[in-house]
């Protein structure tokens, strides 16, 4: 008995890691499970039957695929061109001293703070009193402007660890500013980058309200899909998508942590 | 005579204003090509932001900048031929170390810059490590790298910002034999900006002492310490007696002129002493002065205060009748030591003398080097 206390003790540690661990994987595991049954009925509640059709049929339901399609083509939009925008804020922001500096640091919070059914609301007014459609366009405006704000976080602290010097020392070797940028600046903060762009793809890809908002009926997002079935049934093929997302962010991590991991052992 | 001019480089009345602030003073200066010439001076003194003018980092608020016939102070840093070594080595962590020295050659599509950059890593010591990034290096050899990556590029002008600030004493003697030896190696015109005197003195041919935006004295290190023509030079570059004195018309003997300093007739080589000054300080470095009356014919009498072993020398400090002290450092050679509260004669003789105007401040200099 005392022995057994002991290696708890001993391993509480370990043992808490694996709790809480557990605690933020089950569910993804429970998705990738259920991806894998024939649902009796209409709702995949209970496990049933161990059937691929959903693996080997993803598109099997209507619209599904579209949907994905349409929340692939506006996650990748929004975060590039947020990343671009975000990324340039940041260096303005990190770098130069200028009038309304302060003023646009707060106010770039601003997308992070504002509740988004506030946000999607007040969205949807404003398009529509200037006159533009609900639908894909609007929905990708929308991204691109709260992506901004997290791009720009994310950049920032990247640009604030940067030594102002290595840009002095780039031109001093006679590198043209265009040439620094692209030699010396921009792959030093590409860590900064790579995660506001991933951080942005992740957030417009995920997004549900303010994308209702600005939607018109023939622009279903993958999130409207999913919450639009859940009514009447969520079928296998929502949970081998969400299988197959979860994957492919693990795989990204994954490598991620490799890159920085290898970079780390050369420094040291 | 042509020829050794081309790469001269040349300041004009070089001025740099931070709004009411000016950094610099109009500066004339002229570097010979080839040279190792030396800005020493405290901190804020102006020497960076001189060295910064001149690499193109900072723009002048006037005057100009010309290497040879070539006027280059409207050009940007990029356009110039001068290269810097930074103070904190500003290597780029993400590249190797070939690359970092490899970077200036190959914007300027030098086709053989591999082979150079090898060699400039063979100049530095360093050979073998090309392929290693910046962090795996110790802060002595960054500090070759960064002087690789400068050299390589064969710049008119390799311009050192406080290149050894940041190595340790050892090291730091080390690399100062070690910077000579290249810059007469590759003979490039090497201007090195320092608060250390004895970097200075220990590397440069030529050694301009900036003091509050203004060069104060320009010279051979030599020069400077035996005739420091301002008390900030006399005190920054090593330690000075000065003591206050009157000239006294007419001349004991040849080229030897004769200040009083309280009621001591003192000698002092003419050509030390500044034309028609009548109120000087007198100025002694304290290895000229000797205990007892072996040193020459300028005498003083005071009492012992303080007598410090320092192993190589004995430093005392003698206090005169009128309250002040004079540092007499002398060698650790055998002959006869004072001790505590002794009363000694310091002695001295009249070449090794300096005199400088009477209105400068006698302490001008002499606590900056504790500041930084």
Known sequence: MNGIMNWIRRHLVAFAALVVLAYLLVPNVIVAVFSFNDPEGKFNYNFNRFSTDGWTNPCGTAGICDAVGLS????????????????????????????????????????????????????????????????????????????????????????????????????????????????????????????????????????????????????????????????????????????????????????????????????? | MGESQKGDLHLVALTKTFGAFTAVQPMDLTIPQGSFFALLGPSGCGKTTTLRMIAGLEAPSAGSIRIGEQDITATKAHQRNVNTVFQSYALFPHMTVLDNVMFGLKRRGDKDARRKALEALELVQLEGLGGRKPAQLSGGMQQRVALARALVNRPDVLLLDEPLGALDLKLRRQMQIELKRI????????????????????????????????????????????????????????????????????????????????????????????????????????????????????????????????????????????????????????????????????SWAAEHGFALDASQDADAGAMVEDDV
């Open chain 1, 72 to 268: 692939l083509r506006i996650g990748l939009t929004a975060s590039l061109v947020a990343t671009i925008l975000g990324t340039m804020i940041a260096f303005a922001l990190g770098r130069y001293r200028f009038r309304g500096r302060s003023g646009t640091n707060l106010l770039i919070f601003m997308p992070m703070a504002t509740p988004e059914v506030v946000m999607g609301s007040s969205l949807l007014t404003l398009f529509l009193m200037m006159g533009l459609p609900t639908g894909p366009l609007a929905i990708l405006i929308a991204h691109i402007m709260f992506c901004i704000s997290f791009v720009v976080v994310a950049v920032k602290a990247r640009v604030a660890t940067l030594d102002p010097k290595l840009e002095e020392a780039a031109a001093d070797l006679g590198a043209t500013p265009f040439q620094t940028f692209l030699r010396v600046t921009l792959p030093l903060s590409a860590p900064g980058i790579a995660a506001g762009a991933l951080l942005a793809f992740s957030l417009s890809f995920d997004d549900y309200i303010i994308t209702n908002f600005n939607a018109s009926p023939s622009s279903i997002t993958f999130p409207m899909y999913v919450w639009g079935a859940s009514a009447r049934g969520v079928p296998v093929q929502v949970y081998v998508i969400g299988t197959v997302m979860f994957l492919i962010a693990l795989t990204v991590v994954m490598v991620g942590q490799l890159i920085s991991n290898r970079r780390n052992r050369q420094v040291a």
């Open chain 2, 183 to 346: 810059q007469q190696e590759v003979g490039l015109t090497f201007i090195h900006v320092t608060h250390d005197q004895e970097e200075a003195m220990t590397m440069a041919d030529t050694i301009a002492v900036m003091n509050q935006g203004v060069v104060e004295q320009i010279g051979d290190p030599a020069t400077l310490y035996e005739q420091p023509r301002s008390t900030f030079v006399a005190n920054f570059l090593g330690q000075s007696n000065l003591l206050r004195a009157k000239v006294v018309p007419g001349s004991p003997r040849e080229g030897v002129a004769l200040v009083r300093s309280h009621d001591a007739d003192l000698e002092v080589a003419v050509d030390h002493l500044p034309q028609g000054a009548s109120d000087v300080w007198l100025g002694v470095r304290p290895e000229k002065l000797r205990l007892g009356e072996s040193g020459g014919p300028n005498r003083l009498r005071g009492t012992v205060r303080d007598v410090s072993f320092t192993g190589v020398a004995i430093q005392y400090i003698v206090r005169m009748p009128w309250g002040r002290e004079l540092t007499v450092v002398q060698q650790n050679d055998g002959s006869a030591r004072a001790t505590l509260g002794e009363d000694v004669t310091v």
